[in-house]
């Protein structure tokens, strides 16, 4: 595609639910990364993948977030039992492979809880 | 730990003055630097980026230079104009992990 893309878009879910986010890259990146961005407050890093492998997951508040990104190309991330505090918009951002350092983003899903 | 710390927004400017906006991070090793937009109701676009000491950015008029000694990456433009009215975001990283500012949103009134 053009861009990266994420579905949905918006997300309204009750605390304790399991929620999954999608994220499309860019065709032929193999660099994508997963951030969460509360209100007022910058991009946090949660999860780089190159290729189907997570390279650094350091950024994962706690376990019960999990990313995959089976095939390459399209990353789901994974909360389980959701709570209040993990309402936020997730950005995903892919980039063009092993030494390239520019990141497009995506237009990033918005997660409630409620 | 490494992290970045932009000035606190909102900015608020008239048509055609000079922009300021301050970023200093703290890195254990060499990061790329860069400067991001987020203009309303759409996503974080690359702005410009410095990949080494001394490199100077450049996009749309907006300028930074990568300063070593001072840990610094300022953003400016000589001449902002209404359609630049956005929130910027300074930011460092390598290929596997960035760090981002906490954004700074500029006003521009005409």
């Known amino acids: 595609g053009a861009g990266v893309s994420q579905t949905p878009s918006n997300k309204v879910t009750e605390k304790g639910k399991y929620v999954e986010l999608r994220c499309d890259p860019i065709?032929?990146?193999?660099?994508l990364y997963w951030y969460r961005q509360s209100l007022g407050q910058g991009p946090e890093f949660l999860i780089y993948?190159?290729?189907?492998?997570?390279?650094?997951d350091s950024g994962l508040p706690n376990d019960r977030f999990f990313a995959v990104r089976p095939e390459g190309s399209v990353s789901t991330l994974k909360i389980q039992r959701t709570e209040r505090g993990d309402s936020a918009v997730y950005l995903c951002?892919?980039?063009?492979?092993?030494?390239?350092?520019?990141?497009?983003f995506g237009p990033g899903t918005r997660l409630t809880v409620l | 730990g490494d992290s970045v710390t932009q000035m606190e927004g909102p900015v608020t400017l008239s048509e055609e003055a000079f922009l300021t906006i301050n970023c200093t991070y703290t890195?254990?090793?060499?990061?790329?630097l860069f400067w991001y937009v987020q203009y309303p109701g759409e996503g974080l676009q690359l702005l410009l980026k410095?990949?080494?000491?001394?490199d100077k950015g450049s996009n749309k008029g907006f300028e930074a230079t990568y300063r070593k000694e001072t840990t610094s990456f300022h953003l400016e433009k000589g001449s902002v104009q209404v359609s630049d009215s956005a929130v910027y975001f300074c930011?460092?990283?390598?290929?596997?992990?960035?760090?981002f500012g906490s954004g700074t949103k500029l006003n521009v009134k005409p």
């Open positions: 930011a460092q990283g390598d290929f596997n992990k960035f760090y």
């Open positions: 890195a254990t090793g060499y990061p790329s």
């Open positions: 410095a990949t080494k000491a001394d």
């Open positions: 065709s032929g990146h193999t660099a």
């Open positions: 993948f190159q290729g189907t492998g997570a390279a650094d």
């Open positions: 951002a892919s980039a063009g492979g092993l030494g390239t350092d520019t990141q497009y």
